[in-house]
Structures are given as structure tokens and as C-alpha cells.
């Protein structure tokens, strides 16, 4: 199980450091992150950024949306734990390349081409699951580039809901082209498992913070025959490791 599990730092990790900075992605890959999930915006004049919310409020010392700023204003803010600058994609890219592998999640609109540009410039076609939740986005990336691994975020999946996926048969890999699905982790079951391994598609899952012991959650869906999980806590991805061998 360990060689082919995905163990995927969720932002890097979401525990003691800030969430998509160059420190947070450095720790989940020490403590034995395979990928890292990154999330992309777009700035004012047109720079992809890694940051998870759409405005600064929550992580940084900053208020307002990130699209309002170019990238010289947004460089001046800090986040709130290390005081850590708000990275470029290009940055994490460049920083992880050949030490890690890349989950890009897609967290607006008219980002695709760009960062499709990019990850061909860097040589990392193969290295890199673009993940998001609008279907026809992803659909459209996988036509165009049968390289590029893609991943469904069904919990919120705009184009293709959870009931209408476990009612469909063997004709989803054909259909829709995922290699993974993502599911919020209290929504997993067998059944869905099992629909997903029948089309050949891994399974993967998020959200860990609120469970009051998040291992246990973790374990049971391993034992379930889970593919990934995206770790919220670098701590737990080496304990994982350690007792699954």
C-alpha cells in the first residue's frame, strides 16, 4: 500500500504553519508527502498566485479580494503565523520540482490555460493533477492535454452530482476521463469506493480538522481501500506511514 498511496499535503498543511506558503509545503514533504495540493487565484494584472481563499482576511494581515491587487500589493502582505509573502505557482513549481509531485486545485474561473502554459514550460505534464470542481473545465483540460492527470472535486461538483454518480455503471471512466475523485471524508462510503475502482478511477478524500481524533477517521478509510487522503496535519502523514507498511 505505501508505494502507491497518495499521501497529499492539503495546502502543505494546515496545522502550525501557514497554509500554501513555501514553509508549509517544505514540512508536509519532510514528514513524507508524495504530492502537495496547491491552490491557484489570479491577481489583477494576471499573475497566478497560491492562495486558498478569495479574499485575504483569514490567513493574512491584508483585507480585500485577491483579484482587486496586482502582485507588487499582494507581495507586501504577510500571513499571520510566519509572516511568510504569498507565493507565486511559478515559485512553488520551481521550489518542489522533482521533490514532489503537484495537486493544482482550481479555485476560480479563467485560470486554466495559464496555468496549463506553465506546467508545460516546467516540463511537469506528468507530474501534476489538476483537480477542481467545475466538470466541463476539467473534461475540456483532458481533451486537450490526455497527459495531464485530472481530479473531480464531487462534493460540490458542478456538472456532476454524488446520487447521479453511484446511479451510473461502468461507463463513467469512458465517459468523463477522471483519474481521481476527491469526496469530503464524511461523505465516503463503499459503495462509492467500489464504483470508483470499478471505472479505474482512484479515490481520494478531504477534510481531517474536524474530527477530535483524525487518525482514526484516516485509518478507517484506508482499511476501506481509500487511494489518498489530503493530510490537514503533517504529523499524521508520518504516523500513517509508519503504521501502514
Known amino acids: 500500500m505505501?508505494?502507491?498511496f497518495l499521501f497529499i499535503?492539503?495546502?502543505g498543511t494546515r496545522r502550525d504553519f501557514d497554509?500554501?506558503?513555501?514553509l508549509a509545503f517544505k514540512k508536509a514533504i519532510e514528514y513524507g508527502a508524495n504530492y502537495i495540493e496547491v491552490d491557484v487565484r489570479k491577481t489583477k494584472d494576471g499573475k497566478l498566485v497560491v492562495f486558498h481563499d478569495s479574499n485575504l482576511n483569514r490567513t493574512t494581515n491584508g483585507s480585500g479580494y485577491i483579484k482587486d491587487f496586482t502582485y507588487k500589493k499582494i507581495n507586501a502582505f504577510k500571513t499571520v503565523?510566519?509572516?511568510?509573502?504569498?507565493?507565486?505557482l511559478t515559485d512553488i513549481l520551481n521550489e518542489f520540482k522533482s521533490k514532489s509531485y503537484f495537486m493544482i486545485d482550481l479555485k476560480e474561473e479563467g485560470l486554466v490555460?495559464?496555468?496549463v502554459e506553465v506546467i508545460k514550460e516546467k516540463n511537469l505534464l506528468e507530474d501534476t493533477v489538476i483537480s477542481g470542481r467545475h466538470l466541463h473545465v476539467l473534461l475540456k483540460i483532458k481533451n486537450e492535454n490526455p497527459r495531464i492527470k485530472i481530479c473531480f472535486n464531487i462534493t460540490k461538483g458542478i456538472g456532476l452530482?454524488?446520487?447521479?454518480?453511484l446511479?451510473?455503471?461502468l461507463e463513467v471512466k469512458k465517459r468523463f476521463k477522471f483519474n481521481m475523485i476527491n469526496l469530503k471524508s464524511d461523505l465516503v462510503s463503499e459503495k462509492f469506493i467500489e464504483k470508483c475502482h470499478a471505472n479505474e478511477i482512484l479515490v481520494l478524500s478531504w477534510e481531517f480538522l474536524s474530527y477530535e481524533h483524525p487518525l482514526n477517521k484516516i485509518k478507517?478509510?484506508?482499511s476501506q481501500g481509500i487511494d489518498g487522503i489530503l493530510f490537514d496535519d503533517y504529523k499524521n502523514i508520518k504516523k500513517i506511514r509508519e503504521n501502514f507498511p
Do not use: A, Q, V, Y
Open 167 to 169: 446511479k451510473m455503471g
Open 161 to 165: 452530482s454524488l446520487p447521479e454518480f
Open 220 to 222: 478507517s478509510l484506508i
Open 9 to 11: 499535503g492539503h495546502r
Open 2 to 4: 505505501i508505494n502507491n
Open 19 to 22: 497554509e500554501n506558503t513555501i
Open 113 to 115: 490555460d495559464d496555468i
Open 81 to 88: 503565523i510566519h509572516r511568510s509573502t504569498i507565493p507565486l
